[in-house]
């Protein structure tokens, strides 16, 4: 029995041969066939796009319209050809960005633009759907709205009654739409009022793409709002509110989402409780939704909340971090719905500290650490930053609440290897969030590490028997200089009030060479952390003070030498602080500190200490005098001939006049150094 | 202990029936939903005619639509698949749980034709890829395909799959996904409406005896127990 099969007659090579077919009935039926296999199957989309079959489809495209534009007239087979076509290209292009760019390639945009003209009604609404999915793509074309006839052709498919092709004028205009002159231009041409007019005459999926337009309109464009919103008499924006009560979940998630943008760009709208309060419980509502509405809620909630106290605080009102939990615990969500819950637990954890005091009574910590070894990369970043937000809780690290394996260890395992290259790394899509910036998976791990290293209790010997310290090491040693600071920095909270052991077996694992070139590192971040953590290093304890003697005072020639040179002034603050902590010590340590104030001199008359002691930032002025207080502190033998140094230096004097310093701390310091000075005799 | 209820007599029950008033247009509207949104073509029409009463949407859609859901009735995916997809090609292509059930009952449909290397083959090449994307496909695809395991299918675990209900079940899913498409309500409302009574004198038990609705569909008022 021969095993021809319903399958193998329609194998896709066989297929595309037929599509070169004269017959115009082989050639239509061809087309049908392929279309129908494309059509909801990814795989069967790629092994076509393999094959050439887009050129070919488009091919056909372009020779169909040749054809009626030169016999000014469309028959049916022509037509049929058309529609099987046009509705091929759009089902390559649906969802299958290799399939968007594979039809804009084959040159099929302008035919499928030229197809919105043709009198045939199936032709036309074929052409418009296509495009649309085009436009659903970051890869469609950028549409100039800056042009009148652009502009004019826009308007003009807006206006149409039918669905795809108005709905075609809504995604170019979400899609297209970036700046404010864009947005200005939208306006001024009376695309937002007929986009209001959809929104109350228009079909359910008119009313749904005039939302996404409109928030693509309105984004960081307080003036548009305000011309759009203001002219209304009564409740403006109504017919935006209004939709958030609809039926259709996706019609309350889009209108939610264009209310926050509005609110977002122009926070005098929406000052109303009544109407934040209905937004967060209708997005906290649509968490139950299971479809992609669902997925997608938690992240307009995020973009609401982020950084705003008060709405924060109006979502924990409204039970938001027990509902957010309540899903979280369901488990086997979809990767994309996990990622928006746990950000918008983070967001919601990010200032307040009832959020966290909540976050932690839930136990929701246990889901959170789950979470840090989910097979999805954008899960565990997101369980990462929420870490990193609840640990700024300071009431639960003194508690130690943090410093256990469960939340430890999957965190050190989330450190990159340290030889992976820039090109390694994962950068996250910048989203709506206000406080958006590009996230590393390894600097979202090192966040959560580093608030949990400042943990007040002896526990911190966990995250040395996991090999974390050592890791955090390696990691200085990066080339990406974000996972540099970041390690630093989480090297600093630990070592912060940690016991001497602990201490040199940091310092002995860094080793003096590599701390030293870290605090000369070509970044002022990179700088600021190797400094801090030389502060908290030698802090505290006299003998500690002798690792920045070692091989030849390695690190305290680099931090003088970093002083002299700092481009900010938190560097200065960090080196300041650590040369303060050394100057705490004996002697010699004084002697060493005053050496590095003035050999760094040079050519230059003025020592940076004078620099430091007239900045605007009274940080540094305050850990300048502090220094100045340990030098010339009456205790230590070598006091006078230091003082006389300063003095000479023209030290003294700029003290002198700081005694009415505006900050408390700088005064009282000033002082102290002038009482110590007289002690010697001034004048 | 007891709460007694209150008892609502016939004749007060009815009195304040006979109070409420309902419009005829708006019984007729919904019975015209019900006919075009289940797809009755042609009682439709006769229903317009006779009552004056417009449809909602398009009566020749309807048409269109019961053709595809006929066809799945029958068994003919394929042909269901390629109406659907010259109705609007989008449906499918955005609906990949509905895809790919119409797929699975392309292949339940070439089991139970006998058609076994075919089934494979089909499997293989069509199913076994959504199942690698989707956790709940897997398991899907796979007791379907377990049907060919069995030698009595009627009996086996999964039989349920041959029956005449999986094709009911997956055209009304298509159904019901056209319906979504041309943005019409997928449920006709009176079977809304009739739950909404059956809850109404759920809750009314609690505080009252009055004549009840017990049986939906002759309606009759059956008296409170004495």
New interface residues.
């Given amino acids: 029995m021969p095993s021809a099969t319903a399958v193998n007659k329609h194998r896709p090579s066989e297929l595309l041969s037929r599509l070169a077919s004269d017959d115009p009935e082989v050639k239509v039926r061809a087309l049908r066939e392929v279309k129908n296999q494309i059509i909801g199957n990814p795989t069967k989309k790629l092994s076509f796009l393999k094959l050439g079959a887009v050129p070919a489809v488009a091919g056909i495209l372009a020779d169909s319209i040749d054809e009626v534009t030169n016999n000014n007239n469309c028959n049916s087979n022509t037509s049929n050809i058309l529609v099987q076509s046009a509705a091929a290209l759009g089902s390559f292009a649906c969802g299958f960005d290799a399939g968007v760019q594979a039809v804009l390639d084959a040159g099929a945009f302008p035919n499928l633009l030229r197809l919105l003209a043709n009198p045939n009604e199936k032709v036309a609404d074929a052409g418009a759907r296509a495009l649309r999915m085009i436009y659903q793509s970051k890869l469609a074309p950028k549409y100039d709205f800056l042009q009148q006839k652009n502009m004019e052709f826009l308007i003009s498919l807006l206006n149409s009654e039918k669905e795809n092709v108005s709905g075609l004028g809504a995604s170019i205009i979400t899609r297209s739409c970036e700046t404010s002159l864009e947005q200005k231009a939208l306006f001024d041409a009376g695309i937002l009022r007929k986009l209001n007019s959809l929104l109350g005459g228009g079909s359910l999926s008119q009313r749904d793409a005039s939302l996404e337009s409109l928030a693509t309109i309105f984004r960081n464009n307080p003036e548009v709002i305000s011309k759009f919103a203001g002219p209304e008499i009564g409740r403006p924006l109504s017919s935006i509110i209004d939709l958030v009560k609809d039926r259709h979940p996706r019609t309350r998630l889009l209108a939610c989402m264009c209310l926050i943008v509005i609110r977002n760009a122009s926070p005098h709208f929406l000052q109303d409780i009544g109407i934040k309060s209905k937004i967060i419980h209708i997005l906290l509502e649509l968490l139950d939704d299971p479809s992609q509405v669902g997925d997608e809620a938690p992240f307009a909630f995020s973009s609401l909340i982020a950084q705003k106290e008060d709405l924060q605080k109006l979502a924990l009102e409204a039970n938001a971090i027990d509902k957010l939990y309540h899903h979280l615990k369901k488990g086997s969500l979809h990767p994309r719905r996990y990622e928006g819950i746990l950000l918008a637990l983070a967001d919601m954890c990010s200032k307040l500290e009832s959020c966290r005091s909540k976050f932690l009574s839930l136990q929701v910590l246990n889901l959170v650490a789950d979470a840090l070894t989910d097979h999805n990369a954008g899960v565990r970043t997101a369980a990462c930053v929420c870490l990193k937000n609840v640990t700024r809780s300071i009431k639960n690290l003194s508690a130690g609440y943090f410093m256990n394996e469960i939340i430890v260890i999957p965190l050190v395992q989330l450190f990159p290897d340290p030889s992976t290259s820039v090109q390694g790394f994962r950068w996250q899509e910048k989203s709506e969030r206000p406080d958006t910036f590009p996230l590393l998976d390894a600097v979202a791990a090192l966040g959560a590490v580093s608030n949990i290293m400042v943990d007040f209790t002896t526990r911190k010997s966990i995250f040395v028997q996991c090999g974390g310290m050592k890791q955090l090491v390696q990691l200085a040693k990066s080339m990406e200089s974000a996972v540099r600071s970041n390690a630093l920095w989480a090297l600093k909270n630990f070592v912060f009030q940690a016991d001497n052991r602990l201490k040199e077996g940091v310092f002995s694992e860094l080793t003096a060479s590599l701390l030293s070139s870290l605090i000369s590192d070509p970044e002022p971040s990179v700088q600021e952390q190797a400094l801090a953590l030389v502060r908290n290093l030698v802090d505290g304890c006299i003998n500690l003070i002798e690792l920045v003697f070692a091989e030849d005072g390695l690190i305290l020639g680099a931090i003088g030498r970093q002083l002299q040179c700092a481009s900010k002034a938190e560097i200065g603050i960090q080196g300041m602080y650590a040369l303060c902590n050394v100057a705490s010590g004996n002697e010699f340590h004084k002697e060493a500190v005053i050496q590095q104030l003035f050999t760094q001199m040079g050519d230059k008359n003025q020592s940076f200490v004078i620099k430091f002691l007239q900045s605007n930032d009274c940080q540094l002025r305050t850990a300048t005098v502090w220094t100045i207080v340990n030098l010339t502190c009456p205790s230590s033998p070598g006091a006078p001939g230091r003082l006389e140094k300063l003095r000479n230096a023209g030290i003294i004097s700029q003290i002198k006049n700081m005694v009415n310093d505006p900050c408390v701390d700088v005064k009282l310091r000033v002082r102290t150094v002038l009482g110590q000075s007289m002690a010697f005799g001034d004048n | 202990m007891t709460t007694s209820k209150k008892t609502i007599t016939r004749d007060e029950w009815e009195k304040r029936l006979n109070d409420v008033k309902i419009r005829k247009e708006d019984m007729n509207k919904l019975v015209m939903n019900f006919l075009v949104t289940e797809g009755y073509v042609e009682a439709a029409e006769k229903f317009r005619m006779e009552s004056g009463t417009e449809p909602d949407i398009d009566l020749a859609t309807i048409s269109e639509r019961m053709a595809v859901k006929k066809a799945v009735q029958c068994g003919n995916v394929?042909d269901a698949?390629?109406k659907v997809?010259d109705l609007n090609?989008?449906i499918?292509?955005?609906?990949?749980q509905l895809?790919f059930h119409l797929q699975q009952q392309r292949l339940i449909e070439l089991i139970r034709n006998g058609?076994i290397?075919?089934a494979l083959?089909?499997a293989q090449?069509?199913l076994a890829?959504r199942g690698e994307?989707n956790q709940s496909f897997l398991e899907e695809l796979e007791r379907t395909v377990s049907l060919l395991a069995f030698e009595d299918v009627s009996n086996c675990p999964v039989g349920e799959l041959l029956d005449i209900s999986q094709r009911l079940k997956t055209a009304s899913e298509v159904n019901a996904a056209i319906l979504t498409s041309q943005?019409h309500e997928k449920d006709p409302k009176l079977p809304s409406l009739l739950k909404m009574l059956l809850w109404a004198q759920n809750q009314l038990d609690e505080k009252f005896d009055y004549p009840r609705i017990n049986d939906l569909s002759s309606a009759t008022l059956e008296d409170p127990a004495v």
């Fill in positions: 394929e698949i390629e997809n090609p989008e499918l292509d955005t609906n990949p895809f058609k290397e075919e083959e089909f090449e069509e890829p994307e943005s």
